[in-house]
């Protein structure tokens, strides 16, 4: 073969691939415009009067997946001004309609069973992390009574046992981090709180073993698991991916993680002391007399797990990253421990938490503008009059409710982006539980519906939240902790600057890192430093 034919080769090959590139792409183009002409066509020509107004896209399947998923809350409120508190948007080809403020809260969360379901939208997601027979992946009347076994396990005595394990905690984690080694210093606040937060929540809910496991193969375990969670398997749950792989290696370990806490104790070799979520499930009952099987124990732990772990520690880090632009009121919250409980700090217990409205009214305002889960869904079960409306939601769609648009509203909360515990001064029920509130038992306790509330970072209805009383004694026997022995603020002293909210996983927290100052504070010369530090 010549030298000709071997360069001729090559570039003829080069250049009868690159018309077939070149066609290729054209074609692609061509595809690309038509399907956003007919998709705009659709939107302009065929707009169903009965049906909620579709926010406007341009390309179909992606829809408004990119405008949303960067900021949700956004995304609503310039949607609202458009075309009110009721509109549907395309998510990942899905259509999803928004039913926005008190009204729309209480369409969707408070909705009849027949009507609305939540199992088959969260399930897939849920199913492989908590597992078989558990919260979605067993009938909602199951669910019921496994969420009446948790609530009523949160005992008066458990939940005072609790605070001091979490004080506990506390000490040791302040005192041994690497981060908080000597008098000042500077600590990533969510990656901190993070590992804070299981370790307290492990040591109380979860039991002395599980705690002992964490430092070790747990903490891997639970990454793994939470894989589990990544966006892409509202989709993709089920594909043979990685991380899909890693979740369900995790997800077996752990069920055996448990099953064997339970076999051990069942068995008499370990002393019931202490009480722990396991002990009680242990003895609980189905209606029917069935006692919860062992890989039941298993995933409703494992949930308990999961669905603390995100929302508890996103909102103390918040809390933190908060009092960081406002270091007064660090100052303010330690008053008020001496004012209440003695100037000499004594340990706390669970009476005295209950004396410290200010330290609660910093969980409520946090969860106000910093709730974990931004956007909650229901599959629509049948043809659905929304409220006050002509529109009628098709079961094709479905809905997505957003409690934090009506925590952010300025016809319910005066300048709603200003954090500020003091809001809360006059009360801290003048939302939810005043004493005309509608109640409701869906066989777990009786709980306000919250029909009106403009305020409902835990939810409403049949699937809210259960963990509200540890979630609220977690955190503010955190913070109490956490008052005593720091000062904190922003980096330089920056006043009222803070991060943006990452809302690139399911629960919204903040955008990591998030660095803040810490200064230890020294033995009895609370007084003499300013809140300048
Ligand atoms: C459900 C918020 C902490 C256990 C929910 C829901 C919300 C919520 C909004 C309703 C979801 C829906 O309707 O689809 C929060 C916040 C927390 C928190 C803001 C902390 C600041 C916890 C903790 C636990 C927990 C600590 C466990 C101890 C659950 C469970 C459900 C739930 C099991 C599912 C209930 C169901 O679908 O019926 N949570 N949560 N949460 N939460 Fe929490």
């Given at each position: 073969m010549g030298v000709l034919e071997h360069v001729a080769g090559p570039l003829g090959d080069f250049a009868s691939n690159s018309s077939t590139g070149v066609v290729v792409a054209a074609g692609f183009a061509s595809f690309l415009v038509l399907a956003v002409v007919l998709n705009v066509l659709k939107q302009l020509l065929f707009k169903k009067p009965n049906e909620p107004p579709m926010v406007f896209h341009w390309f179909p399947v992606i829809g408004s997946t990119i405008t949303y998923g960067m900021d949700p809350y956004r995304f609503f409120f310039a949607n609202k001004q458009k075309y009110g508190d009721v509109f549907t948007f395309v998510l990942l080809g899905r259509k999803m309609t928004v039913c926005l403020d008190t009204k729309g809260n209480n369409f969707i969360l408070n909705g009849k069973i027949k009507d609305v379901n939540a199992e088959e939208i969260y399930n897939p997601l849920c199913g492989p992390v908590f597992g078989k027979d558990v919260v979605y992946d067993c009938p909602n009347a199951k669910l019921m009574e496994q969420k009446k076994f948790v609530k009523f396990g949160l005992t008066q005595e458990a939940l005072r046992s609790y605070v001091t394990l979490i004080t506990a905690e506390v000490q040791d984690f302040v005192k041994r981090?690497?981060?908080?080694?000597?008098q000042k210093g500077t600590f990533n606040v969510p990656k901190v709180m993070a590992e804070l937060t299981i370790y307290t929540a492990s040591r109380s809910l979860q039991g002395e073993e599980v705690r002992n496991m964490f430092d070790a193969k747990f903490a891997d375990l639970f990454h793994d698991l939470d894989l589990?969670?990544?966006?892409?398997n509202f989709m993709l749950?089920?594909?043979?991916?990685p991380h899909n792989r890693a979740r369900d290696n995790a997800h077996n370990a752990m069920i055996q993680v448990y099953s064997q806490i339970v076999r051990e104790r069942r068995s008499g070799?370990?002393?019931?002391?202490?009480?722990?979520m396991i002990w009680h499930l242990m003895e609980c009952k189905y209606k029917d007399g069935t006692p919860v099987p062992e890989h039941e124990i298993a995933g409703i732990m494992i949930a308990l797990l999961m669905a603390g772990q995100h929302s508890s520690s996103s909102t103390i880090a918040w809390i933190l990253l908060r009092l960081a632009t406002r270091p007064e009121l660090v100052e303010e919250l330690l008053q008020e421990q001496k004012d209440v409980l003695g100037a000499d700090l004594p340990p706390l217990t669970y009476e005295g938490l209950q004396k410290l409205p200010l330290h609660a009214q910093t969980v409520k305002e946090t969860l106000r503008l910093?709730?974990?889960?931004?956007s909650i869904m229901r599959k629509v079960k049948q043809p659905l009059v929304v409220d006050g409306t002509n529109y009628i939601v098709p079961t094709s769609h479905t809905l997505m409710s957003s409690p934090g648009v009506s925590a952010r509203m300025d016809s319910h909360f005066v300048n709603p982006s200003h954090w500020d515990p003091h809001r809360w001064d006059a009360g801290?029920?003048?939302?939810?539980?005043?004493?005309d509130a509608e109640t409701i038992d869906y066989g777990w306790g009786v709980v306000s519906k919250g029909t009106n509330s403009p305020y409902l970072p835990f939810g409403a209805g049949r699937h809210r939240c259960i963990g509200e009383q540890f979630a609220y004694l977690q955190l503010q026997t955190i913070l109490v902790a956490f008052v005593r022995e720091f000062k904190i603020r922003n980096v330089g002293g920056k006043r009222e600057v803070i991060v943006e909210t990452d809302y690139s996983s399911l629960f919204s927290r903040p955008l990591n890192p998030a660095v803040v100052e810490w200064e230890r504070r020294g033995k009895g010369e609370e007084a003499e430093l300013g809140p300048g530090m």
């Open positions: 981090h690497k981060v908080f080694k000597g589990g969670f990544s966006p892409i749950s089920w594909a043979p991916l070799a370990v002393k019931r002391e202490g009480h722990d910093h709730t974990p889960i931004h801290m029920h003048n939302y939810e539980d005043s004493a």
